[in-house]
Each structure stands twice: as C-alpha cells, then as structure tokens.
C-alpha cells in the first residue's frame, strides 16, 4: 500500500471514530438538549487544548469491533486555565458508554498517567454498566480484579465527576470516589437501572426514587451540586479545579484580590443577632469575610445544619466549616458530621487552610441519630481532625456547647481560637442545664431555675476562655477578615513550605 493510501486509510479510520454513534443517535441527544461526549470535552476544556488517547479503541469482540468507535470511553488529557487535566467522557451513543475490557484500560491508563503526572482526573459520567458479553462466564470474571489499584483513593491529585444521565457501573464508582461530583437533573446514579432492579426484587421500582438527584442531593450526599444542563455542569468543574492545586505536592494558586474586598465586614453586626435564641444565615458571615464573589458551597442541600465552603481571604484558597442556625438551630446531626469530616479530609488532602465559624448548641440527640451511629460518626470527626495538617483557626461567634466545641476546633484542635464577645462556651444551653440539674422538675423555691441557670452561665464567656489562653484573642467581628488573613499568613507556610503532610490522604472517600 502506498504511503498516500496508508493515510486515506488514516483519515477513513479516523472519521469513522470521530462520528461516534452514527447521526441519528447524535441527533436525538440535540433534541433532547444534551452535549454528546466530544461535545462535552470541547465545552470543558481551554480551546484547542484536548489530545486525544485510544481514539482507535475499539471492542476486543471481532463481532463489535465496527460498531464501537473508541470503544465508548472518549479519553485523553487537556487544559482548564492553562493548567493540564485527564478526562474520560462517556460516549452513550456507543453501546450506552458500557464498561469493557478496551475501555477499562483507557481508565486505567488516565488513572496512572494522572497520578504520576500530578493533574486532576476527570469522569464526565453516562453509562449503561457492564457489557455483558465481556463479563459473562468464567472469562467475564477473569477480567476483574486484575488491576489491584482500580479502586483505590490516595488523593495524589484531585478527581472530579459530573453525572450526565444514567450513571450505573464504572461512572457510579468513580463518582463515589471523587472529590467533587455535580449532577444534572434527569441523570442518575446508582448500583444498578430501575429495571434490573425492579426484576431482583419484583416489584416497581421509580428511577428518581432509585437514584435521582433530590436522593443523593438531600439524603445520601453523594453530589455536591445539582444543575439543571449540561453547560452548567462543566462550568462548575472548572470552578471548582480553580481553588485546587494540580495535585497534592503544590500549594493553591493564589487569584488577585478583587476590588472592594473587606468592605461588607461591618455588615457581620447585621447579620448576626445579639439574642442567641434568633437564627440567621451563617452563608451571609461568610460572604462578608471572603473576598468578594469566591463563595463556593458544597452539600448545599445536605446536612444543612453545617456548611462547608471553598472561598478565598486575600486571594489565597480557604476551606470554612460553618455551624447554620438557621437550620435546626445549627445542632449537628449524623449528616452535618459527616459532611464535616468529608470536608475535613479533603482540605488537608489538597493543602487547602481550615476555618471553623462557630454558633452551635451542641449535637443532635435522639433515637434516629443512634440508630444512625451518631457517636461513631462524632468520633470519625475527632480522628479527621486530629490528623490535618493544615492551618486551623477557630472563630466562635455565639453557642459552643459540648463534646461539639471540640469538634469545631475548640482547645488544642486548631492552631488558634479566636472569639467575638458574644462567644459563650458552656457545657449546654443554661435553662436545659438547669432542667437537668433538677431532674426535670421544677424547683418550689421562688426563682430557683433561674438561679441555676444563671450558675451554669457563669464564666462561660469569651473573657473566660481568654483569661486562661485558651482563646488567644477575643476581636470586634468587624475584624474577622482581617484577623484571619493575617493568622493564615503566620501559619500557611511551615518550614517554607504550603504542602501538608496529608495524613488522611486514604481515608475512605464514602462511609
């Protein structure tokens, strides 16, 4: 074959791969609204910047081999704002993007190459599961398990999920893996399809009932974030990638600061109620005290009683662990742990400094929360956070009751403890004490309850804590801001360097 016939060859092979599923099936998924797989990578990446790896994969079936273009797993490497990245995209249009023996190897090689390259991993997720010819028989089980690495997190350098559709098999695994996932709505994540699960336990099964986003959103918090397109999806992955390093040997980049930062301080006064029994908003604290529009909120619609926040102070990248009033009083339930010990584990994976703004009455108690492990999961928190290694300062606004006031940073557990004046540091709420101390009666003497009260609130103030320098300053909370760009700066770098020693670099990414 002549030279010029070996590339019209290239060039037919090429086409072929590049038209993926063929134009009908492409065109049902514009009518439907939805980004096809190449599409989805051209709209995530910097322009011009994707080069493709196993464009001419195909199934390892002679009966598949022509109708599996790049076998349906579009892989390869790219740029978000000039910094390099590993993706894999899903095509659906093949074979329901259906996890092979070809196409397993493309994820692997993305794992290892990311890995030792040090750039994040990214699963734009849509997939059918397993193809059943290659798992079927004893040959089907000979291909698992062979790569001892497939399900193991080690946080080397950031992984991220969308979910774009049906998500079963391989884009279920690694969502659950990752350390961002963002889902539309319409898509769905679980074990396995509502038929199949219908027919295993026969009887109906709702898709959105198995798997769609208001249960992973609200009850399981396995996403981070729900959408509504494609479009808003990969935008927010690459806001997202923009407050992470490239992987865990690297500081986070640092951003200019934007005009007008520290200027909403003095709204905090507003904000926050003098009387502690009145609720508020912790999200509107941290949007005062950060620079302005950095705000990044995770788990939004999950454990709500806590939230976890990627913002910036001064440019540089901060991870804040908030108690919420406004939800069940910013009492911390099964969920909020952990969701606050997910956080935790991420932001010492990826040298990303620590804040605690605390305003909480202490845990949750009740049967659904024992029955749930509460105690372990408030014990998983203590482990997490005895093990970071980053900067963390602790800021108590009002309520820091309890076992909780450890677990938000309190004592020894964070670098410094900074308290406003409204900070009050009792073992419980004081008319609860007081009932408790009665026995829950109370008391014939006139006054009495109140007395008791009013002892267990004595030297719980913030100047009790400082006096005996467990709080190393008490601050106007106009000058929160100010006040923790300026400890981060003392703390962010140890011994030279921003990199931690990333302790929890193993901890399991869902438990």
């Not at 492409?26 to 609204?33: H, I, V």
């Not at 079963?168 to 319409?186: P, Q």
């Not at 009683?305 to 939800?327: E, T, W, Y």
């Amino acid at each position: 074959m002549a030279f010029e016939e070996k590339l019209a060859d290239l060039a037919r092979r090429k086409s072929r791969a590049l038209a993926m599923g063929g134009e009908e099936k492409l065109a049902r998924r514009r009518a439907e609204g939805h980004l096809n797989a190449r599409e989805r990578i051209e709209q995530l990446l910097d322009p011009g910047s994707f080069l493709e790896s196993g464009l001419f994969a195909t199934s390892h079936r002679p009966e598949d081999c022509d109708r599996t273009p790049a076998d349906g797993k579009i892989a390869g490497y790219g740029k978000i704002e000039g910094r390099p990245v590993a993706l894999v995209s899903n095509d659906f249009t093949v074979m329901g993007a259906s996890s092979s023996v070809v196409n397993g190897k493309k994820i692997r090689h993305m794992r290892e190459v990311a890995t030792r390259s040090g750039m994040p991993l990214i699963f734009l997720g849509e997939s059918a599961g397993a193809r059943m010819p290659d798992r079927m028989g004893a040959a089907g089980r000979a291909i698992l398990g062979q790569d001892p690495a497939e399900y193991q997190r080690l946080r080397q350098s950031p992984w991220v999920s969308a979910l774009l559709g049906p998500c079963y098999g391989s884009s279920t695994w690694y969502a659950c893996m990752s350390d961002y996932v963002v889902m539309r709505k319409g898509a769905l994540l679980a074990v396995a399809s509502s038929r199949v699960t219908s027919m295993a336990i026969n009887q109906p099964v709702d898709a959105e009932e198995l798997g769609g986003w208001k249960l992973h959103a609200e009850t399981t918090g396995l996403t981070d974030l729900v959408v509504n397109t494609d479009e808003e999806a990969l935008a927010a992955i690459r806001r997202f990638l923009g407050y992470l390093p490239t992987n865990h040997n690297e500081a986070p980049p640092r951003r200019p600061v934007p005009e007008g930062a520290g200027k909403s301080a003095d709204r905090i006064l507003e904000i926050v109620p003098d009387n502690p029994a009145k609720v508020y908003d912790v999200r509107k604290v941290i949007e005062a005290v950060a620079d302005p529009g950095s705000m990044l909120e995770l788990k939004a619609r999950f454990g709500k009683s806590i939230s976890i926040v990627l913002a910036r102070l001064d440019g540089s990248s901060v991870g804040v662990i908030a108690n919420n009033p406004l939800f069940k009083g910013g009492a911390i339930d099964v969920d909020a742990c952990a969701k606050a010990t997910g956080f935790l584990v991420f932001c010492d994976s990826f040298n990303i400094p620590v804040v605690f703004l605390v305003d909480q009455p202490g845990f949750l108690i009740g049967l659904d929360g024992e029955r749930r492990g509460a105690p372990g999961k408030i014990i998983n928190w203590m482990n997490a956070l005895s093990l970071v290694t980053v900067p963390k300062i602790s800021v108590v606004m009002r309520k820091s009751y309890g076992q909780a006031y450890l677990n938000m940073g309190g004592g020894r557990n964070s670098d410094e403890v900074v308290c406003w004046p409204s900070a009050d540091l009792g073992f419980m709420a004081p008319a609860v004490g007081a009932n408790v101390l009665q026995g829950g009666k109370k008391s014939d003497a006139p006054g009495r309850h109140q007395q008791v009260a009013e002892e267990i609130s004595r030297d719980t103030s913030a100047w009790g804590l400082a006096s005996l320098y467990e709080a190393q300053t008490v601050i106007d909370p106009r000058e929160t801001r100010d006040c923790l760009v300026s400890l981060l700066a003392v703390y962010r770098s140890r011994h030279g360097s921003e990199v931690g020693k990333h302790l929890l670099s193993g901890w399991p990414t869902s438990y």
